[in-house]
């Protein structure tokens, strides 16, 4: 069984930073792009960042360049995402997923709130 289970999601004031996870099982997770979207309510979701299994190439959305960075460890099938000088327009519920051979997988989401 497929699961995505993402975490460090929560509030912080602009300028601060925050580590997001996302826990992988249930797929061979070496072989998969994984990538973080966002969503806010009323838009569509969009890509923030994605890094390939082998060889290892990230891509960010423009907004968010030089600002975050995707790594991910396969042997312990883990993504995460380092957020600093986070703003409010960073402010969205962000999903993990995973694409491989054809299939995507989606994780249930961590809500990220930037205020003051």
């Known amino acids: 069984q497929v699961q995505l289970v993402e975490s460090g999601g929560g509030s912080v004031q602009p300028g601060g930073s925050l580590r997001l996870s996302c826990a992988a099982s249930g797929f061979h997770f070496d072989t998969y792009t994984m990538s973080w979207h966002r969503q806010v309510p009323g838009k569509e979701r969009e890509l923030v960042a994605s890094i390939t299994g082998k060889p290892l190439v990230e891509n960010y959305a423009e907004s968010v360049k030089g600002r975050f960075t995707i790594s991910r460890d396969n042997q312990k099938k883990m993504v995460s995402l380092q957020m600093n000088s986070l703003t409010p327009e960073d402010t969205a519920v962000y999903y993990c997923?995973?694409?491989?051979?054809?299939?995507?997988?989606w994780g249930k989401g961590t809500l990220v709130s930037v205020s003051t």
């Open positions: 997923k995973a694409v491989g051979y054809g299939l995507h997988y």
